[in-house]
């Protein structure tokens, strides 16, 4: 007698995945790749995502953590985060061949937070300590510049030397809610602060989010595709609990899948985070399929057409 498998309802979030900075940063070690030859250096993990970083790895990528690892006649690509000031003072003091893969997202928040310290104001940066990008921000601005803000219970207790000359700015990967949650209190106690004319909060992470949102009360479990040291990846996991699904989770890929948590499930939401290729999406849903009789449902909240250029140095 044949074993019917149990039915299971796959809800995939559309957009989710690749976003249009990790797909330049991917691009830029290739194209590094083919015009200096292996190996070129990476100063950080590119993108946050294990499988990607092995797959430049076997085309002949050294990720490396700090530039002194990097000898003397090999080009480097610089992270998507960013990088602080020192670190491309240090490239060009050795005459190392450099190539910058910081998001165009990211350098935009760089130079808003330069253009407020110019104007003599102390930025005040909501984001996560410790996080490559954060770092990266703060580096840009003489030393203490930058305050760091992480929770609404922060920016209720922060204390400032001015507050007629503030600015804020935000890391590109955080919750929306949260975030804006802060800027409210910033908004509330600091009334003069200035900040962007549209939030940091990169288009990617936001489409992500509202795509997790649109899908997480009609799921009974919810997979994030992504890494655990991924920011944008975190937050879908926060965002899905927050609106419906309380069983959401962080996995890998397929093979890190804990199928005896999925339960009893009917309804499986799954995304990816901005840093994880659809591969490992196939690969879940492949995985499934293995042990359910699976039927997919795409739910898309919108196009993104978004494109960035690559730097002028690998397209001549």
Same mark, same amino acid.
């Given at each position: 007698?044949?074993?019917?498998?149990?039915?299971?309802?796959?809800?995939?979030?559309?957009?989710?995945?690749?976003?249009?900075?990790?797909?330049?940063?991917?691009?830029?070690?290739?194209?590094?790749?083919?015009?200096?030859?292996?190996?070129?250096?990476?100063?950080?993990?590119?993108?946050?995502?294990?499988?990607?970083?092995?797959?430049?790895?076997?085309? +002949?990528?050294?990720?490396?953590?700090?530039?002194?690892?990097?000898?003397?006649?090999?080009?480097?690509?610089?992270?998507?985060? +960013?990088?602080?000031?020192?670190?491309?003072?240090?490239?060009?003091?050795?005459?190392?061949?450099?190539?910058? @893969?910081?998001?165009?997202?990211?350098?935009?928040?760089?130079?808003?937070?330069?253009?407020?310290?110019?104007? +003599?104001?102390?930025?005040? %940066?909501?984001?996560?300590?410790?996080?490559?990008?954060?770092?990266?921000?703060?580096?840009?601005?003489?030393?203490?510049?930058? %305050?760091?803000?992480?929770?609404?219970?922060?920016?209720?207790?922060?204390?400032?030397?001015?507050?007629?000359?503030? @600015?804020?700015?935000?890391?590109?990967? %955080?919750?929306?809610?949260?975030?804006?949650?802060?800027?409210?209190?910033?908004?509330?106690?600091?009334?003069?602060?200035?900040?962007?004319?549209?939030?940091?909060?990169?288009? @990617?992470?936001?489409?992500?989010?509202?795509?997790?949102?649109?899908?997480?009360?009609?799921?009974?479990?919810?997979?994030?595709? +992504?890494?655990?040291?991924?920011?944008?990846?975190?937050?879908?996991?926060?965002?899905?609990?927050?609106?419906?699904?309380?069983?959401?989770?962080?996995?890998?890929?397929?093979?890190?899948?804990?199928?005896?948590?999925?339960?009893?499930?009917?309804?499986?939401?799954?995304?990816?985070?901005?840093?994880?290729?659809? %591969?490992?999406?196939?690969?879940?849903?492949?995985?499934?399929?293995?042990?359910?009789?699976?039927?997919?449902?795409?739910?898309?909240?919108?196009?993104?057409?978004?494109?960035?250029?690559?730097?002028?140095?690998?397209?001549?």
């Amino acid at each position: 007698m044949t074993h019917l498998k149990k039915p299971l309802t796959i809800l995939l979030a559309n957009p989710r995945g690749f976003c249009a900075g990790v797909e330049r940063a991917i691009q830029i070690v290739e194209r590094a790749l083919s015009r200096y030859g292996r190996p070129v250096y990476v100063r950080h993990e590119i993108v946050h995502n294990r499988f990607v970083v092995e797959s430049l790895e076997a085309k +002949g990528a050294i990720f490396v953590d700090e530039l002194d690892e990097v000898p003397d006649d090999r080009p480097v690509v610089f992270s998507a985060h +960013g990088v602080p000031k020192t670190v491309p003072a240090e490239a060009s003091r050795r005459n190392l061949l450099y190539v910058d @893969a910081t998001c165009p997202l990211v350098s935009k928040v760089h130079r808003e937070a330069e253009r407020h310290a110019d104007s +003599g104001r102390t930025v005040i %940066l909501i984001g996560h300590a410790g996080h490559p990008e954060v770092i990266g921000t703060i580096g840009q601005l003489p030393e203490g510049k930058v %305050l760091l803000v992480e929770d609404v219970t922060q920016a209720e207790t922060l204390d400032v030397a001015d507050p007629y000359n503030l @600015a804020y700015a935000t890391q590109t990967t %955080l919750s929306i809610d949260d975030t804006t949650a802060i800027v409210a209190a910033l908004r509330r106690r600091f009334p003069a602060i200035q900040g962007p004319k549209m939030e940091d909060i990169c288009y @990617a992470t936001t489409n992500r989010q509202t795509a997790v949102k649109a899908i997480a009360e009609r799921c009974d479990a919810l997979v994030v595709i +992504g890494a655990p040291n991924s920011s944008n990846s975190m937050r879908l996991v926060e965002v899905a609990a927050n609106y419906g699904c309380t069983r959401s989770r962080l996995v890998q890929r397929a093979a890190d899948m804990d199928w005896a948590w999925l339960g009893d499930a009917c309804r499986l939401g799954i995304t990816a985070g901005a840093s994880a290729p659809e %591969l490992l999406v196939d690969e879940l849903i492949a995985a499934c399929r293995q042990r359910y009789d699976v039927t997919v449902e795409e739910v898309r909240t919108t196009e993104e057409r978004v494109v960035f250029k690559l730097p002028r140095q690998l397209v001549a």
